[in-house]
């Protein structure tokens, strides 16, 4: 079951997305927030899911609804296609883009915690920056997993914001590797 849909509908946003983590990295992305487009795209790419999401936002208020919703269901989407699949479960990477170097490492093991340990704020184009943080955490409470994300340098926010979204791709593609049996002294996570 590596190919899941989901549709999420509040007063706020409507988010209807659809992952395959057996995929090529294939993405087709419409938030209506020009730069999480440009984002997913990259986790897609990297990770080797497949991301495709159409989401309608409270736009005019600001982003921060649209960019949460779509990582609460980007994070649900991620459990529900794990259900029963046997993973390395662990995985890291050290990204850079140019002056900027982030390391991300993932624990998918049904615990939920988020370490976000950036120098992100101010605006990158029309972008709250701190939106980036906002959507690792909606995705990390809804996907069940455990993310430590920690610039070692950079001052570019978007260098900074993008070599995040590609540590976090990479973490990702090690974690889900397919295995015989899931790492565990517990039996199950």
Do not use: W
């Not at 087709?28 to 730069?35: C, E, M, R, S, Y």
């Not at 409270?58 to 960019?67: G, P």
């Not at 980007?74 to 050290?94: C, D, P, Q, V």
């Amino acid at each position: 079951m590596s190919r899941v849909n989901l549709k999420r509908i509040t007063k706020e946003t409507v988010v209807n997305a659809t992952i395959d983590i057996d995929g090529i990295g294939d993405s087709n992305i419409d938030t209506g927030v020009g730069f999480l487009n440009h984002m997913l795209e990259s986790l897609s790419k990297h990770s080797g899911i497949d991301i495709y999401v159409k989401a309608d936002g409270d736009l005019d208020v600001d982003f921060h609804h649209t960019v949460e919703d779509v990582g609460i269901v980007l994070g649900a989407l991620m459990k529900k296609s794990l259900e029963n699949r046997k993973i390395k479960r662990f995985g890291y990477a050290a990204i850079p883009m140019d002056e900027a170097l982030i390391l991300s490492s993932v624990d998918i093991c049904n615990r939920i915690y988020l370490n976000f340990d950036c120098d992100l704020s101010g605006n990158i184009g029309d972008f709250d920056s701190e939106l980036v943080e906002e959507f690792f955490r909606a995705f990390v409470n809804n996907a069940r997993i455990v993310l430590h994300i920690k610039q070692l340098s950079g001052s570019n926010k978007h260098h900074i914001a993008e070599a995040v979204f590609k540590s976090v791709a990479y973490a990702l593609k090690d974690a889900l590797v397919k295995t015989d049996e899931t790492p565990t002294t517990k039996g199950s996570l």
